[in-house]
Nanobody, 113 residues
């Protein structure tokens, strides 16, 4: 069973930046990967996808602020987050599409005003 480990979250002020990392225990070469976020009481939702060739797509709220990238040699997917606002406070996860059945523990992002 693949293991996913998200890291890089933390507490930042409004306007700050973070870079999240997701390291997968298996080979992600050729795998379509996504970042998700989940706020308390809400469903998990996609914020950004990246194809196996590196083409990104973003949720509307993420456009212009988030950048997804990947390093297949390291089996790692990144999410660079800029100009953060309190509404981006959530736990962030990664997974593939279609999703693996298991999820990592996520990484908490908290934006303070």
């Amino acid at each position: 069973q693949v293991q996913l480990v998200e890291s890089g979250g933390g507490l930042v002020q409004v306007g700050g930046s973070l870079r999240l990392s997701c390291t997968v225990s298996g080979n992600i070469n050729g795998v379509y990967m996504s970042w998700y976020c989940q706020s308390p009481g809400d469903q998990r939702e996609v914020v950004a996808d990246i194809t196996s060739s590196g083409t990104p797509t973003y949720a509307l709220a993420a456009k212009g602020r988030f950048t997804i990238s990947r390093d297949d040699a390291e089996n790692t997917v990144y999410l660079h987050m800029d100009s953060l606002l309190p509404e981006y406070t959530a736990v962030y996860y990664c997974n593939r599409l279609p999703q693996w059945s298991n999820w990592g523990q996520g990484t908490q992002v908290t934006i303070s005003s």
